[in-house]
DNA sequence: GTCTATAATAGGATAGAC
DNA sequence: GTCTATCCTATTATAGAC
């Protein structure tokens, strides 16, 4: 009995958490008020306290979420591969960050969406320092491709960090599915990455509007995505 | 006199624009009360509804700003080349857009942090009608390119929207500066369309992950950075 | 744990003097 | 046009009965 209650209350808490993450999530973490989330889950507004400490540790909890996945996912693919190219691990990052992002969508908006409310909050600062943590590791990434030529030379790994980052968001949010269709049906990890790796082009392409177009190798099987 | 009493008054209505620009674009629209605006602006509450009619118009505003700027060049760079590739239109487009973004960065971010807000707001539906128009020129231009051979066929032109609109929203946030720096020296449009069409390998790298990496062509210019 | 009731504050907007 | 004063609502959070 007093496990069943135990139980319940785990439940309670998790749909306390679920509601909040779906709302944060659409309309952002002060679009959306302790009123909202109750209801959502079929509670007085009171009756959250029974399980959060207040709106801002609800908002962290479930950030929490998402940076321990995604610390665990980036440990295993950003290990040191076998004397492959670099960007090769790289593209395995784009996977493994991709992946956990879907698998956590709503954390993801939540911890995308209200940065700068985060980095704003002191008593948020832990979220700050564990998402400073991942930024270094796919530094480090990025500029080891970089250094050993598997990735191109003429733009820095910052910008092409920055638009990981964004695409990344973009294959998550919502707000993009009125446009390409929800994201998580078929393969969206493979498809970013091959698409951030080797561009919007058929291989064998002109290169820039410049540059007339080639003929050599277009529409190449491309097995990246075949797999 | 008279002339100079109107010009005061479109001087602190901009005023009122730009300080709730930046504060819309750092914070979002719920992150910002109008005691926020007044105050960025040397003003009280209740003055600012001189100058405005209330707190959704102001937002109203900001956004058309953009979505008229970015209308205008659109139009220009989507207009049909003459004979080439449909992907040099679409490298066009990203430069357009991304340009249009860095020239209004706040409003660009005022209409797509707040993009939920705007789309549940029944006043707001104008917005919403010409973010249609705009989505629908670049899916026109990208199956263009897709048909004519000139854009990769295996991604489907939906998910390359998906990453435009995403990365052009990763140059211009600053939430991303940390990691990149700022996004405006330099030439940011032409980073990001060489990034997104081209890719991040060299060209004549391997394609994905479960490809060696081939050693033709590694490292070799190209112009359309270099421009 | 959930409820009702209630603080205590923050927010959007208006009235009317100057 | 800007101010002070004010209204009314929404919001976060607590107190205490059940």
Known sequence: MAQQTAHASVDARERVLSAAAELFAE????????????AACGLKPSSLYSHVPD???LLADLVMRYLGALEAALEASSADPGGGPSANRVEEM???SVGVALRYPREFLCLSNSWTYIRRTPSLATLVARRDAVRA?????LREAAADGSLRADVDPESMLRVVFAATHGVVDRRYD?????????DPAGVLAA??????????RAVSATVRAGTADAGAVRPGLAE
């Not at 590791?137 to 990434?141: G, N, P, T």
């Not at 561009?199 to 064998?204: D, I, K, L, V």
């Open 27 to 38: 309309r952002g973490y002060h679009g959306t008020s302790v009123r909202d989330i109750a």
């Open 195 to 204: 698409l951030l790796l080797d561009g919007f082009r058929p291989r064998g």
């Open 94 to 96: 784009v996977r493994a």
């Open 178 to 186: 009125e446009i390409a269709g929800p994201a998580d049906e078929g």
């Open 137 to 141: 590791v796919w530094q480090r990434a």
């Open 55 to 57: 709106k801002s540790t």
